[in-house]
């Protein structure tokens, strides 16, 4: 079982930058790839960001591409997910994933752990 905990949300006004953590507990996280989730109000999970277990790899949603950055340290067993010049519309709570293997998924079902979210808040 792997468990993954969130941090880093908060309120911002526009244009700013967020931070966001996720730290997993297991034992060889470099098995894993991982992924950034949103979910705003009334609105379904949407992809945001995925990243391969070697860091070779990362994919990005279009709304965010050039935006938000993922990364990963592995001896920290922890992902992260640089969020700059931040929009109302990236208002959302925040859920990191994982998967076991190396392929990066955009679909939020074929990942097999997820964290409990945290809130990221963007005003006008």
């Known amino acids: 079982q792997v468990q993954l905990v969130e941090s880093g949300g908060g309120l911002v006004q526009a244009g700013g930058s967020l931070r966001l953590s996720c730290t997993a507990s297991?034992?060889?996280?470099?098995?894993?790839?991982m992924g950034w989730f949103r979910q705003a109000p009334g609105k379904g999970r949407e992809f945001v960001a995925a990243?391969?277990?070697?860091?070779?790899?990362?994919y990005y949603a279009d709304s965010v591409k050039g935006r938000f950055t993922i990364s990963r340290d592995n001896a920290k067993n922890t992902v992260y997910l640089q969020m700059n010049s931040l929009k109302p519309e990236d208002t959302a709570v925040y859920y990191c994933?994982?998967?076991?293997?190396?392929?990066?998924?955009?679909?939020?079902?074929?990942?097999?752990?997820w964290g409990q979210g945290t809130q990221v808040t963007v005003s006008s």
């Open positions: 297991v034992r060889t996280f470099n098995d894993y790839a």
């Open positions: 994933a994982a998967r076991l293997g190396s392929y990066l998924y955009t679909l939020g079902g074929r990942y097999d752990y």
């Open positions: 990243i391969s277990w070697s860091e070779g790899s990362t």
